[in-house]
């Protein structure tokens, strides 16, 4: 049974809003806290791969209800693990040759979670899908998962950006203040009238 538009779009916005909720969760330095260019790159993914899954593998409504547990617990850990490899990467650029072998190692641990997270992935979907949505899922993790180590260095890089324009504006914010506050009492008081 094929699926309507608006029965992948209700999909689409509730595996969203299942699995942005837990992520933005641990990323989120405090409530009520501004959305961080991080957060918005987790829910980014969240919607492409949904979006990409659906349109690829075409599940019918009771296939993806039971699989979308799954894709996000994927999901959840494939971030995770390509966070913790982009970090390692980063530092192994400027390592001194003490710390090589030790980022390496990381490097190498990462990569065995990534093929790990997706055989344990895999193994729990299969039985759900047809030969055919097998075979197009397949495809689809061999296409998606390797371009979210870019994603995820862009989007530190936006953080990085995001987080000198605040310092610098508060910066700002501080240097007005203290202009206002020297105005204040350096003005030569003048004489009363009589």
């Known amino acids: 049974m094929k ?3 608006a029965t992948v779009l209700t999909a689409i916005v509730l595996s969203v809003s299942f699995l942005a909720a837990p992520l933005a969760a641990q990323i989120a330095p405090r409530a009520g806290a501004p959305r961080t260019a991080m957060e918005r790159l987790m829910s980014d993914v969240e919607v492409r791969y949904v979006r990409e899954f659906t349109r690829q593998i075409e599940p019918t409504d009771d296939q993806f209800m039971n699989l979308l547990p799954l894709i996000r617990k994927l999901i959840e850990n494939r971030f995770r693990n390509a966070q913790r490899k982009e970090r390692a990467l980063a530092a192994l650029e400027n390592a001194p040759d003490s710390e090589i072998p030790r980022l390496n190692e990381e490097i190498d641990q990462a990569n065995f979670q990534a093929s790990k997270f997706d055989g344990i992935f895999l193994k729990n979907v299969d039985p759900i899908l047809t030969l055919n949505q097998q075979k197009k899922l397949r495809q689809l993790q061999n296409s998606f998962w390797p371009r979210l180590g870019q994603i995820i ?36 008081t003048l004489p009363a009238l009589r």
């Open 3 to 5: 699926h309507s538009g």
């Open 153 to 188: 260095n862009q989007a530190r890089e936006q953080v990085q950006r995001e987080q000198q324009q605040r310092q610098a504006l508060r910066e700002q914010k501080q240097q007005r203040q203290d202009s206002k506050q020297n105005r204040g009492t350096n003005q030569p």
